[in-house]
């Protein structure tokens, strides 16, 4: 089975752009769930998103918003970036509830 | 905010040697897990150890779980210069929910 995927890879953008970030999950995962890791904060949960629906939100200003669609591929997008938006994001995809998680390879973005 | 705090921060051992981590954490969880991240790419998951298991075992690895002390130890025998890498430790608490509450980690150097 293939991974996940994320794309686009490295993403550069200018402050007060909106940006957005693509994961398609292990085939038959239905989980999906979007982490920001910076050196500073380290990893931080950003969001989950279940069979479409957002189970689950990290405490993350509103400029984060996420969707999964029906395919079970998820998409994240901030609003207004800031130079602190800069980060390395990752998206992990699970099958069973409570089990480990299989991590994307990310996309590094930076806000210049 | 973080939940697990992994000790040390930084440990560099000489090949052949085993490599001890040590996490803690604050609330009641329902699983515990161990990650790798190589040079800031995606995460690869180790083990998974849940609230009521002790012990855990897979290949050089060795996970205990301290549910009173809220301390689990992640042991890598007989390391390897691959095995270079970040070590996060991951708490996965109770409720329908995927998310997961990062340590900062732990960065193992293992020298040839």
């Known amino acids: 089975k293939a991974g996940v995927t994320q794309t686009p890879r490295y993403l550069i953008k200018t402050r007060g752009q909106q940006v957005t970030l693509s994961c398609s999950p292990i085939?038959?995962?239905?989980?999906v769930s979007w982490y920001q890791q910076t050196p500073g904060q380290g990893l931080q949960f950003l969001f989950e998103?279940?069979?479409?629906?957002?189970?689950n939100k990290g405490n993350f200003p509103g400029r984060f918003s996420g969707r999964q669609f029906s395919n079970s591929r998820s998409e994240m997008n901030v609003s207004t970036l800031e130079l602190g938006d800069s980060a390395l994001y990752l998206c992990?995809?699970?099958?069973?509830?409570?089990?480990?998680?299989?991590f994307g390879p990310g996309t590094r973005l930076t806000v210049l | 905010s973080q939940q697990g705090e992994e000790d040390p921060q930084a440990l560099s051992i000489q090949e052949g040697e085993n490599a001890t981590m040590n996490c803690s954490y604050k609330t009641s969880i329902n699983n515990l897990q161990w990650y790798r991240q190589n040079s800031g790419r995606g995460l690869v998951h180790l083990i998974l150890i849940r609230s009521n298991e002790r012990e855990k075992h897979s290949g050089r690895l060795r996970v205990t779980l301290d549910t009173s002390k809220k301390s689990s130890s992640l042991l890598i025998t007989a390391s390897r210069a691959a095995d270079t890498a970040s070590y996060f430790c991951a708490t996965g608490t109770q409720g329908g929910s995927e998310k997961l509450v990062f340590g900062k980690g732990t960065k193992l150097t293992v020298n040839p």
């Open positions: 992990a995809s699970s099958l069973v509830l409570n089990n480990e998680q299989f």
């Open positions: 085939s038959g995962h239905r989980s």
């Open positions: 998103y279940f069979s479409e629906t957002q189970r």
